[in-house]
């Protein structure tokens, strides 16, 4: 299984499409994942989430979630840290290989959409610009300048890009994967090797509809009924190697390498009010991503260096994430003599984008331990430095209706350059006497941020004011214990964070997903946030694998970031700070084993995790032009409740769980100028897993995903604004290990 599904099992957090997950519910802007302690690029390029199906549970040694911040943790920490740690040295050598099989019921075996001739094993497929084709901005020649191209020039280059441009509808097969991982312990070095490859397909039809608020009274503009089918091939590298020098030092070099190819075919139809038309329109999309991960660090005991020794650990950590992605589009409209090809708009379009993103992420901590009598603790003094830069260039292309002349319509913020550096200093103290344990300190961190849009021809000179954050701040945290009893205790902090704009959101940069939908666009003005949190909890351990625990807490946030929905005859969003909000609310966890009741019980455990979240935006009325100033933060739940069942009987090798998850109602976006808010509706799910061990180092797994298959459905002023079904999966995987 993958560490998505191993935090299924881990109260005071929920994950979101098998993949994504959220800390006490607050939205992806607000949650971090952190790969042996370091910031990685996210394969979601317009997100800010790690999907965590990319790690498989068998390569990590722990999965950790940090719900309370403290000072050695990077100031974005939010509403919390989901912390992976991989493999080092394995207690013995072990070869594990599996392969899996899953089945659809929207997709496998059905004739779905795809991408013209599909991917191949690796994942490859699309239609890049052939090679010698112009870098260069493409113009028609002008007599006046005496630059550009001919008409026959622009066709013959247009005559280049000929290729697929419909998506094609075939059979789509059943997901299907495999995997191998290799550990052993040499001596004073630990290797960890793993391979892994899959090949999934997704269906969807969806209905959307776009309202106008005239007077308040809503009345249908647009609406579609669109046809997806996507297919998907991921291949991941892992390797790790630890090495003890002495019985005080350790070194570690880990690598990670990810590589995700889709191809996607699209249709849609309806109508178009722009147009005062039914359209029907062709999209064919092909996006190859990378990432790499390097990681060196290491961890040194000095024993003669204060009272009781010091600890030295640093890391370095180099990432690289890489994005290649080209899109075709044809739009048609109705007429009498039935649909022809619609010479203006995204008729006829063509976009390549390429994207690289590198983070380079580095830190020192010096420990040093101290006793006093009855009383112990430490002083921790560290630095870091997180440098984050991006790359990215865009084109768009146009073929002409009456030929194959081409057109070039790049606009001048399609290629942009973002930089980010952050420097911090951090001073922590951790001292424990009697029953009482107080940790404290304060984070000093500088960020220096700004993206710069240029005209693909000239880098050196910004198309728009460069957006730029010049920001330095303090984050205090401090937290107290006090131990009830040896399995009870009593927790309270407070602490300050802080949450940063991508570059995505600050870029001007602007696109449509969906001819006739809302175009994103970044918005150069935007501002960091500001967090102030405060939490109490009560904890019981009535045995090693059992929990009972209670936490209030509250949040007060500063210039919050949210995404907003303005409308027009284009209809767009973008990125806005409100003025403030709170989140004020209650957690209350437990995992219990039933054994403690009845022998027969034995084996049958439940977790429960329930949150409940009263949030309020606060906004000027003197200022915004917010269409709801009464509302919660966007992206932001009033309930969430997360049940695990399981039966793990031991002298039977079987684990049966049974997995339940609600989240309510969730702003999408806000709405501005009259327009409503967007809000996708609560929804339950429940999942079914069978593994079962088949002895001599054979393991099954049977799962079952979305059993309820609800209908995912958004409103806007109270009317359907996207509905589709994602449909029921079930799937087999099979294992070997052998030690």
Do not use: C
Request: without cysteine.
């Amino acid at each position: 299984s993958s560490a998505a599904g191993a935090l299924e099992r881990v109260t005071g957090v929920s994950v979101q499409e098998g993949k994504f997950v959220f800390v006490r519910g607050l939205g992806e802007r607000y949650s971090n994942t952190q790969l042996n302690g370091s910031k990685m690029p996210s394969t979601e390029f317009e997100r800010k989430v790690v999907p965590l199906d990319l790690f498989s549970s068998g390569l990590l040694e722990k999965i950790t979630v940090s719900k309370s911040y403290t000072v050695d943790q990077p100031g974005d920490f939010a509403a919390g840290v989901v912390s992976l740690e991989t493999k080092q040295f394995p207690p013995q050598q072990r070869l594990s290989l599996g392969v899996s099989v899953s089945d659809n019921s929207v997709a496998s075996g059905e004739n779905i959409l795809g991408y013209p001739g599909g991917l191949d094993f690796s994942g490859d497929g699309g239609q890049n610009l052939p090679a010698g084709f112009p870098s260069q901005r493409i113009v028609r020649f002008s007599p006046f300048t005496g630059v550009g191209l001919t008409d026959a020039e622009l066709e013959t280059l247009g005559e280049q890009l000929v290729g697929a441009w419909t998506p094609t509808r075939g059979k789509a097969d059943q997901d299907t994967g495999f995997n191998i991982t290799y550990g052993n312990s040499f001596d004073r070095l630990g290797v960890v090797l793993s391979g892994s490859w899959s090949d999934s397909f997704d269906a969807r039809t969806e209905q959307r509809n776009y309202y106008t608020f005239s007077l308040g009274e809503p009345e249908v503009e647009s609406f579609y009924d669109i046809d997806y089918g996507t297919e998907t091939v991921r291949r991941s590298l892992m390797g790790n190697f630890a090495y003890r020098i002495g019985n005080n030092t350790q070194v570690r070099l880990r690598g990670l390498l990810t590589d995700t190819g889709e191809g996607e075919g699209r249709f849609q139809e309806g109508f178009f009010a722009n147009l005062g038309n039914d359209i029907e329109n062709f999209r064919i999309q092909y996006r190859s991503q990378a990432v790499d991960n390097y990681q060196l660090s290491g961890d040194h005991f000095l024993p003669e260096l204060g009272a009781g020794g010091s600890l030295i650990e640093w890391r370095a950590a180099l990432s690289e994430a890489e994005t290649h992605e080209d899109l075709r589009e044809a739009l048609y409209t109705e007429e009498p003599e039935g649909f022809t090809l619609e010479p203006i708009g995204q008729s006829g379009f063509l976009y390549y984008n390429d994207l690289v993103d590198e983070l380079d992420d580095y830190r020192l901590d010096w420990s040093t331990f101290l006793t006093r009598g009855e009383a112990f603790g430490s002083i921790k003094l560290g630095v870091a430095y997180t440098e984050n830069n991006r790359d990215f260039a865009g084109r768009r292309l146009f073929i002409g209706t009456g030929g194959w002349q081409l057109r070039e319509v790049t606009a001048p913020t399609d290629n942009y350059l973002g930089t980010q550096e952050i420097s911090a200093a951090y001073v922590q103290g951790d001292w424990s006497f009697g029953k009482w344990r107080l940790i404290g300190g304060a984070r000093f961190e500088e960020n220096d941020q700004s993206v710069v849009s240029f005209e693909q021809d000239d880098p050196t000179t910004p198309s728009v004011d460069p957006a730029t954050i010049d920001d330095s701040d303090v984050l205090p945290s401090f937290s107290i214990v006090y131990s009830l009893s040896d399995r009870m205790a009593l927790r309270g902090s407070a602490s300050r964070t802080v949450n940063r704009p991508e570059f995505r959101e600050i870029a001007a940069f602007s696109f449509s997903a969906l001819i006739g939908g809302f175009t994103v666009f970044g918005n150069p003005q935007l501002e960091q946030a500001t967090l102030d949190s405060f939490d109490v909890r009560w904890e019981w351990y009535p045995s090693a694998s059992e929990l009972f625990a209670v936490s209030v807490f509250y949040k007060d946030f500063t210039n919050p970031i949210e995404q907003v929905a303005i409308p027009g005859s284009i209809p767009s969003l973008t990125f806005a700070n409100a003025d403030g909000a709170e989140n004020r609310g209650f957690e209350l966890e437990m995992r219990r084993s039933f054994g403690s009741f009845s022998e027969a019980l034995s084996g049958w455990t439940a977790i429960v995790n329930y949150t409940f979240v009263d949030s309020e935006i606060n906004l000027n009325p003197d200022t915004t032009d917010a269409t709801n100033l009464d509302r919660a933060l966007v992206g932001q739940p009033d309930n969430i409740f997360n049940l695990v069942l399981e039966w793990a009987p031991t002298r039977w090798n079987t684990t049966v769980r049974a997995l339940y998850n609600f989240k309510d109602d969730t702003i999408l976006f806000s709405g501005r100028r009259g327009l409503q808010d967007v809000i996708e509706d609560g929804r339950s799910t429940v999942d079914l897993v069978w593994q079962q061990g088949l002895g001599r180092g054979f393991s099954a797994k049977l799962t079952a995903s979305n059993l309820t298959d609800s209908e995912r459905e958004w409103s806007q002023g109270g009317l359907p604004w996207r509905t589709y079904k994602e449909g029921r999966s079930l799937g087999l995987s099979l294992s070997y290990t052998f030690d």
